[in-house]
């Protein structure tokens, strides 16, 4: 079973009420806020505002898209993350693995790293909330081999994985990464992405079958970014998006 989302880093120059009407628009049920520009987790009032707003439409926070940095940012700073997350009504963050893939670290750096994941998700399963790993290029998580070393030394299930395709690698390599991770996936980024070339999503529906059939399960598929970066193409994006998951019933 899938559910369809919005990132909302999508639209940074567009408010969260803006947002969340264009989202509620669109058919879409849940937003992953971000913590960068419209709910940093220091303001307060603003997520509060964000609550509150959600009160009003169908949609779900399904998860906080923090830029917290395992193995940089201060394990210290993580709880502050966490009760920013449940302000907006979520129980998952969103948390990026270092700056660098796995090969690049000396084997000090990578036990030190991994022991902070791991003190991570002790912290985590204090709070009962959920950590996704970003899966993004310059972080640990670029290569299966790296993300799946990371999942299983940690071994928790409050330590999880998010997807993305990478448009550096083939579409069976892609595959393959969701093949050795999918047991630890739990929310997916959606785009159409040829190099660095942004495409709609209609355009790559066949290949996101594709993903999909691998995936299996229950995901949060959540489009991030727009082809051309406008807001009001959300509607037609959510409408190729939908047409995915009718495949999937």
Not at 56 to 68: A, I, R, V
Not at 86 to 95: E, I, Q, S, W
Not at 105 to 111: C, L, N
Not at 165 to 179: A, T
Request: proline share 4%.
């Amino acid at each position: 079973m899938y559910s369809s989302g919005l990132v909302s880093i999508s639209f940074r120059s567009h408010t969260p009420d803006e947002i969340l009407c264009a989202t509620d628009a669109s058919g879409l049920t849940q937003i992953e806020w971000g913590s960068d520009v419209h709910a940093p987790r220091k303001d307060l009032l603003r997520l509060e505002q964000i609550a509150a707003a959600h009160a009003t439409t169908p949609l779900l926070c399904c998860s906080y898209g923090t830029y917290f940095r395992l193995g940089i940012t201060p394990l210290e700073e993580l709880p502050e993350y966490i009760q920013a997350a449940k302000k907006l009504g979520t129980n998952h963050l969103r948390l990026w693995a270092g700056r660098k893939n796995a090969l690049q670290y000396t084997p000090d750096e990578r036990q030190m790293f991994l022991d902070q994941c791991a003190a991570a998700a002790a912290v985590a399963e204090a709070h009962n909330v959920i950590l996704g790993l970003e899966c993004h290029r310059r972080s640990y998580t670029e290569t299966k081999e790296g993300a799946l070393e990371l999942m299983r030394y940690v071994d928790s299930r409050y330590f999880k994985m998010y997807w993305q395709p990478n448009p550096d690698i083939s579409l069976e390599e892609n595959l393959n990464y969701i093949r050795e991770l999918r047991e630890y996936i739990t929310h997916v980024h959606v785009f159409h992405w040829v190099g660095q070339q942004r495409l709609p999503l209609r355009e790559g529906l066949h290949i996101w079958r594709r993903y999909l059939q691998e995936l299996g399960g229950s995901h949060h598929l959540l489009l991030e970014f727009m082809p051309d970066d406008r807001i009001e193409s959300l509607k037609e994006e959510a409408d190729a998006l939908h047409e995915l998951i009718r495949l999937f019933p």
